[in-house]
Structure formats: C-alpha cells, structure tokens
C-alpha cells in the first residue's frame, strides 16, 4: 500500500508540471483556450482518480480476502475442537453400553461409578493401575451395591460370602483389607469383622502367602499349603480355608477342604466361598 500511495503522489507531481507546462504554452503561443486546457486537466485528474480507486479497491479485496481466510480458520479449528470433544464424549457413554470387556477403569468400583449402567451386571472388566497396564478381574456388580474386585493387590475392604451345601449363606465383612506387595510375601493385614460368618480370617492377620512350593507360614513343623494341598495365608496352620479342595457334598473334619471354622465352629465343606474388595468409602 506504501508504493501505491507514492506512485500515486508521484503521478499528481508530473501531472501538476505538465499542467504548469500547458498553462505556460497557453501565455507563449496562445494557440489553445483556457477552457480547453482545463477541459484537458479535467479528464487527466479523472484518470488518476479512476486509477487511485482502482488501487484502493483492489487493495481492500486483498484485505477481505485475507479476513475471509482467517475467518474460515478460526471457523474450521472451533468445528475440529467442537467434533473431538463430542465424540469423545460419545464414544465414553458408548463405551458404557458395550460389552462389559471393553470397559475399564481403576478397580470395579471406579467402573461402577463411571457407568451406573453396569449395576447388577457382574462380570469380567479391565482394570488399570494407571501406566496403562490392564489386566482383566471379575466384578461383582449386585452385592451390597456392586463394585466389588475379586481380585485385588491394594488396599481395601473386604467381603466373604459363603453358602452350606443345604443352601445356608453367611458372610464376613472386613473393613481394613490389604495384601503386600511381592517382596513382603503378599502380606495380609485384615481387621475390623462383621457379619453372619464369624470371624476366621483375622486369625491369618500379618501371614504371608503360602504355597506347596513356597512356605511362608508360621508352622514350624511343616508347610500347611503341602499338608492341606492348599494355598493361602497361614499361621500355624489356619482358621479359613477359602483355597481348600472342593467336593460335591457336605463334609466335615477334614481340614484340606473349603471351611470358614467359625461359622459353625466346624470344619464343615462349603458348596460356596467369595472374596470381593472395594475400595474403602
């Protein structure tokens, strides 16, 4: 625009010294009229006119142009933001009406509360520990309000649910659950009973896991995983056996099979036993 505007004062100076220059040809030779001279310096001021707006509506198509391009800018990235928001926002709430597999979250609970819909839906899930690691759990989604892990390494708390082979059921609540990590022998601290069941496991509180090949129990007379084909945290040896053998039929003083003693203060076999988590509320 700079140039345009001194071309254009360049133009009016020549034309302003040509028209001096007729003006004086006028007095020198007076061949020509003042009328036909100022006739003559009418159509030359016209043409620059026509030639200044020329410049300057071109000059203002550059401009809307350019306004034309960020507008549309401005335009497409607000559309692009508006379309990946939304879908994203579809594709969680469609990911909480698909199949129960492809819905993850940080432990069943978490899934539960992000998608209400999977209430009484029990089932596998994914969960995550958050460095997008996933690993698939059983949740039970109708128990007490759902959201409960069946297999947990944090800390939480914890439900049994247990039934008799005569369709009897019990249950134990633990409200301090948390098992170690490998380097402590997946410790178990577990405190804090109620429920139907009586308490049998706080008497496994601070054992370490144990299996046939790996005994961390506190009996000094043998391994309890070998001796109950069993696996479990045990002291010396153990007062719920949640891993024990099943079989068929209600049995009782045998010690190897799946028991909860204090129920009936019997080593009676369960048809049934369930150990859920959730984190604490």
């Excluded at 159509?43 to 707006?53: A, F, H, K, T």
């Excluded at 309000?145 to 049994?160: D, F, K, M, Y």
């Excluded at 896991?209 to 009996?219: E, G, I, K, R, V």
């Amino acid at each position: 625009m700079g140039r345009h505007i001194e071309l254009l004062i360049l133009i009016l100076l020549l034309k302003s010294t040509k028209e001096q220059v007729l003006f004086d040809d006028l007095d020198d030779s007076q061949q020509t009229s003042k009328e036909s001279a100022m006739h003559f310096i009418r159509n030359e001021l016209q043409q620059i006119r026509q030639s200044v707006m020329k410049i300057l509506l071109q000059k203002l198509e550059d401009i809307k142009d350019e306004l034309n391009r960020k507008i549309s800018t401005e335009i497409e990235n607000v559309t692009k933001t508006i379309v990946e928001n939304f879908t994203e926002t579809l594709e969680n709430k469609l990911t909480c009406f698909s199949h129960s597999t492809l819905i993850s979250g940080f432990d069943c609970s978490d899934i539960l509360k992000r998608c209400p819909n999977t209430k009484k839906k029990d089932g596998v899930y994914n969960i995550s520990n958050g460095s997008n690691k996933i690993k698939a759990v059983y949740c039970d989604m109708t128990t007490d309000n759902g959201g409960w892990t069946v297999s947990s390494v944090q800390p939480q708390e914890l439900r049994v649910d247990m039934e008799r082979f005569n369709g009897e059921k019990a249950y134990a609540v633990y409200s301090t659950f948390s098992v170690g990590n490998e380097a402590s022998k997946y410790i178990l601290q577990v405190n804090e009973y109620v429920g139907t069941a009586g308490d049998s496991l706080s008497y496994s509180n601070n054992s370490k896991f144990s299996t046939p090949d790996q005994d961390n129990d506190a009996w000094s007379s043998g391994n309890c995983a070998t001796r109950y084909r069993s696996a479990g945290w045990f002291s010396t040896c153990f007062l719920a056996n949640p891993n024990g053998q099943y079989t068929d039929s209600e049995e009782i003083a045998n010690l190897g099979y799946v028991s909860w003693y204090h129920w009936k203060n019997s080593w009676i076999s369960l048809k049934l036993i369930q150990l859920m988590s959730r984190p604490r509320a």
